[in-house]
């Protein structure tokens, strides 16, 4: 398996900038397709940005898409959530996960998305957008 740390959370203002972070150690880092995914209390679950293993292919929740960037450093095993023109109702804990299968080679919108494709969960960091 693969372990994460997520960082770079933190607290800033409506229309500001965050670049999150995620790193990982075990496996071979570059084989498997990393998802973010936020939760805000009382709410579900929901996903937020993906990137598939190779060829890095990027997905988004339409929520995000315009604002946010995903990428990956393969040589640095992280993966990168640039959010841009934040808004209040980003407001959430912002995990990271690891696809249960190493160089998947599915490349849909919609089996990134799903929470049950990850099997390893970083353990969150918190971003607030105040108004």
């Known amino acids: 398996q693969v372990q994460l740390v997520e960082s770079g959370g933190g607290l800033v203002q409506a229309g500001g900038s965050l670049r999150l972070s995620c790193t990982a150690s075990g496996r071979t880092f570059s084989w498997y397709a990393i998802g973010w995914f936020r939760q805000a209390p009382g709410t579900e679950r929901e996903f937020v940005a993906a990137?598939?293993?190779?060829?890095?292919?990027?997905y988004y929740a339409d929520s995000v898409k315009g604002r946010f960037t995903i990428s990956r450093d393969n040589d640095k095993n992280t993966v990168f959530l640039q959010m841009n023109s934040l808004k209040p109702e980003d407001t959430a804990t912002y995990y990271c996960?690891?696809?249960?299968?190493?160089?998947?080679?599915?490349?849909?919108?919609?089996?990134?998305?799903?929470?049950?494709?990850?099997?390893?969960w970083g353990q969150g960091t918190q971003v607030t957008v105040s108004s």
């Open positions: 996960a690891a696809d249960r299968r190493e160089r998947s080679t599915e490349y849909t919108g919609r089996y990134y998305s799903t929470a049950a494709t990850y099997n390893s």
């Open positions: 990137i598939s293993w190779n060829p890095s292919r990027t």
